[in-house]
């Protein structure tokens, strides 16, 4: 931009902030500085020029299906199924100009699997600060919600959390980490907020999303991924049909879930239970190049292998799947 360009940019970003902090006091001031403003850029209306500076709630941005695609398959090894939900899930939701209820879905596995992976790149295609944005809301259970005795002070403040960061940006994005750590019952304080009501107490929840990540189940996934091995079927052949249902019934029937006994499942809120497989060796490898590719290094497959065959695997006999997942890659690969 030329000089003088910058200079009435400037000029007008001073005189909004001005407005922003005597707001509160003179409603006219803002009203002046933001004809000001307009005058000065002559083409940036008062939106335009103070999302420059700092982040707004775009609620009609479109979402990038070919980035978030792409992501997906650049990132996430291992996970057809994963992959193939999470984009249809995201790209229908973000479509829908009026959906009836919030996107509520519900993520399971092993640890190392890709779980919080995946919430980080949704979180990144929906806001572009991704976990960092101010519109979307990381709780972990152990940190957030430790203590058994207080399970009514942790719904209570949850209910004021949502309800005020929803009102301030209607698409924001909640992530539930550890579910299988949190206490039976907090999560049901949000029920509310999940469900079909256009509105509650004037505020509407239906443009927000929800991301619960657990191990819960994880034995279920297991199960089903080795009976397709066992039979010599290949684990793309495994359909969210075949483990979705067993999801659903047994996370209820879990008392370690965080979802036990739930009204989430109870009153069908959860859209989509999104299983994570166990990670093979060829998984785990592809894991090694992708963080030597991130640490901008050459991909040494000497390495590659010697950091994949450090790793153990299960069942005892078969040894097939990585039992951290790709959990321990990182660290590792500091050895080498």
Not at 56 to 63: A, V
Not at 163 to 173: I, Q, T
Not at 284 to 302: T, W
């Amino acid at each position: 931009m030329h000089p003088a360009g910058l200079f009435w940019v400037a000029a007008a970003l001073r005189l909004l902030l001005a407005a922003h902090v005597a707001a509160a006091f003179e409603p006219i001031s803002l009203g002046i500085a933001i004809g000001a403003a307009s005058a000065l850029t002559g083409y940036l209306s008062y939106t335009d020029l103070y999302c420059r500076f700092a982040e707004c709630c775009r609620e009609g941005r479109p979402l990038n299906v070919s980035a978030l695609k792409l992501n997906l398959e650049e990132k996430l090894f291992g996970q057809h199924l994963a992959t193939e939900v999470i984009l249809k899930a995201l790209t229908g939701f973000r479509n829908n100009k009026n959906p009836k209820k919030p996107l509520t879905l519900s993520l399971h596995g092993w640890a190392g699997t890709g779980k919080n992976f995946v919430s980080q790149i949704a979180a990144e295609n929906l806001h572009p600060k991704g976990l960092k944005s101010n519109f979307v809301h990381l709780f972990v259970s152990t940190l957030h919600f430790p203590h058994e005795q207080h399970i009514k002070l942790y719904q209570d403040q949850l209910q004021r959390w949502i309800r005020g960061n929803v009102s301030a940006c209607a698409s924001s994005v909640f992530i539930f980490d550890e579910m299988d750590k949190l206490h039976p019952g907090v999560i049901d304080a949000i029920k509310p907020f999940l469900d079909y009501y256009e509105q509650i107490d004037g505020v509407s929840y239906r443009k927000a999303i929800f991301i619960f990540l657990s191990n819960a189940g994880g034995d279920l996934i297991t199960k089903t991924a080795l009976d397709f091995w066992r039979a010599g079927r290949k684990r793309e052949d495994i359909q969210l049909k075949d483990l979705e249902p067993v999801l659903s019934v047994g996370v209820f029937n879990n008392k370690h879930s965080g979802l036990w006994h739930s009204g989430l499942i109870d009153r069908n809120l959860i859209d989509y239970f999104i299983p994570f497989l166990p990670l093979e060796y060829s998984h785990v490898k592809m894991c090694v190049r992708a963080e030597m590719k991130a640490r901008g290094s050459a991909i040494d497959e000497d390495v590659v292998t010697r950091v994949a065959e450090e790793m153990t695997f299960f069942p005892k006999d078969e040894k097939i799947y990585s039992d951290k997942g790709c959990k321990t890659v990182h660290s590792r690969l500091d050895f080498h």
